[in-house]
């Protein structure tokens, strides 16, 4: 993926994306994927991970990426607030549905993927706790104090990780279980939704695809695979074809960074 830079994107007009360059993260892919849906054209602008990202700062007040950045609009850095600026530029099916039951079920789905201490953001507390608890002495342990301070990390909240991951694995597993037992496809409703793309985009965290269809360096496979074995017997063979069908059907392979 070619991208500008921030200095670029800064004298541009329309909708700029700043993603985190040359890496898959799960949410810049599924703002990508979103955005892509629903035909909203962007400007890809590259952050660097766990750089300083100074000018960034000094035109957004924001560090990190995804960034939706609409003409003179505001900022919109939250997975939330991506999604629904794409449905309100965007055209074509909609990815919230119209139904009210539905909608809420379905953004509450999304928050347990995307949201704080939800699944994306407990597996970044579970990569960061071995090297944080080794200490300085641990290889990653620079990486890990950078991802810790962004998530909010203690101790407490990295031992407790697991188990979140866990539940709310198990939680998706059920709703998928439930959606096909009555004749649907997917999570939520008759049709493809926000959360589908979100879990799809996600479980790189839990199972990550291999490197035809994900290609990504030895050192970001060996974190996203480090997920324990109860963490990945959490998410159903179903819900891991699930994710397989989204990425082919809907967000597209190979991911392209």
């Known amino acids: 993926m070619k991208y500008h830079s921030i200095q670029e994107a800064r004298s541009m007009t329309g909708t700029r994306l700043i993603l985190t360059a040359g ?18 054209a962007y400007a890809p602008v590259a952050q660097e991970l766990g750089g300083s990202n100074d000018e ?9 990426a995804p960034v939706a950045v609409h003409e003179d ?4 850095s939250g997975w939330a607030e ?19 039951a539905e909608r809420a079920l379905m953004l509450g789905l ?11 953001w407990t597996r970044r507390l579970m ?8 200490g300085p002495a641990s290889p990653a342990y620079g990486f890990a104090r950078f991802f810790g301070d962004s998530y909010g990390y203690t101790a407490e909240a990295g031992a407790a990780a697991e188990q979140r991951c866990i539940d709310i694995l198990t939680m998706l597993s059920a709703q998928l279980a439930r959606q096909q ?22 479980a790189n965290l839990v199972a990550p695809l291999d490197d035809a269809q994900c290609p990504m360096s030895t050192d970001f496979r060996a974190m996203y695979d480090s997920s324990p074995p109860a963490v990945r017997a959490a998410a159903s063979p179903a819900l ?14 190979p991911f392209e960074f």
């Open 240 to 253: 891991l074809a699930h994710r397989d069908f989204v990425c082919a059907t809907a967000v597209g392979l």
């Open 56 to 64: 960034q700062v000094a035109w957004l007040g924001i560090r990190n």
């Open 127 to 134: 990569i960061v706790h071995g090297p944080l608890q080794a």
């Open 82 to 100: 991506i999604l629904f600026l794409a449905e309100r530029l965007g055209s074509g099916p909609s990815l919230i549905p119209t139904d009210p």
């Open 110 to 120: 999304a928050h347990e993927i995307a949201g704080e201490q939800g699944l994306g």
């Open 181 to 202: 037992a009555a004749g649907k496809r997917y999570l939520v409703g008759d049709a493809l939704s926000a959360v589908d793309v979100y879990w799809a985009t996600f």
């Open 23 to 40: 890496v898959p993260g799960p949410w810049g892919e599924a703002a990508k994927a979103v955005f892509r849906l629903r035909q909203v």
């Open 73 to 76: 609009e505001r900022p919109r």
